[in-house]
């Protein structure tokens, strides 16, 4: 794979100049496509192993159409499973529906309710499109790569990076134990700050979901300096 070369200690940059270039140009066609997003968006994550009938698929097809109907952009990594409900919600919801999907040995084909699809062969280059685009950040179970670009959001905010925007944990039994190793090991051990965790919000209930970004977004917005919302991460 063309990553694996690009990332190996053996390559040395005089042999990886086309790559570079490569890499420049994807990421100029991510940024062109987030341009193309007039509206505020947010992005949704979440397992690409689900199917349509399990409850997280419904739950994030009706998160997906809940922002749509309030005028907002859906994000995914365009592919099945969380990323697939979550479009199909939005085209349910009239709203616009984007996908940037990535090159993978065995997975991942685009899924049928994209209005704006972009291919990416860098993950690099495609989560910065992510983050881009977005206003905040919903994330519903899932696996290694869901978890993934959670920590990478949480790093981005935690270090200024990028705006804090809210990152909203959608299931109280699945992110449960993760919270509380976050708290029982890092802030206990005093790796991160207890402010920290005010980077999360986790809920069981889809109407925090969607509050909890747009009152974000507002906020932001107004011309008017409101005190920040503390989110509970319990």
Same mark, same amino acid.
């Given at each position: ?22 890499? =420049? ?11 193309? +997003? ?18 997280? *698929? ?12 309030? &005028? ?8 099945? &499973? ?30 049928? *309710?994209?209005? +704006? ?13 992510? %983050? ?14 869901? %978890? ?8 981005? +905010? ?9 990152? %909203?944990?959608?299931?109280?039994? *699945? ?12 802030? =206990? ?46």
């Amino acid at each position: 794979m063309e990553d694996r070369r690009i990332l190996s200690a053996e390559e040395k940059t005089e042999d990886l100049e086309q790559d570079i270039a490569l890499i =420049a140009q994807e990421f100029r066609g991510g940024f062109e496509a987030v341009d193309k +997003i007039v509206q505020p968006a947010v992005t949704i994550f979440g397992s690409a192993r689900i199917r349509e009938g399990n409850p997280v *698929y419904e739950e994030a097809r009706e998160a997906g159409r809940r922002f749509a109907e309030l &005028g907002w952009a859906v994000v995914t990594g365009g592919g099945p &499973g969380v990323m697939e409900a979550a479009n199909r919600g939005a085209k349910e919801g009239g709203g616009l529906s984007v996908g940037f999907n990535i090159e993978l040995p065995h997975e991942q084909s685009p899924n049928s *309710y994209l209005d +704006i699809s972009l291919t990416f062969r860098h993950f690099y280059a495609r989560k910065t499109m992510f %983050v881009k685009a977005a206003e905040g950040f919903v994330v519903f179970p899932g696996g290694f790569g869901t %978890v993934d670009e959670l920590f990478e959001a949480l790093t981005l +905010i935690q270090t200024g990076k990028v705006l804090h925007f809210p990152v %909203v944990l959608y299931g109280s039994d *699945y992110w449960g134990e993760l919270i509380d190793w976050i708290k029982s090991e890092l802030l =206990a051990g005093g790796m991160i700050s207890p402010e920290d965790l005010d980077l999360l919000f986790v809920t069981d209930d889809l109407d925090e979901v969607v509050e909890r970004v747009c009152f974000a977004h507002e906020r932001r917005s107004s011309a008017s300096p409101v005190a920040p919302v503390k989110a509970d991460a319990e």
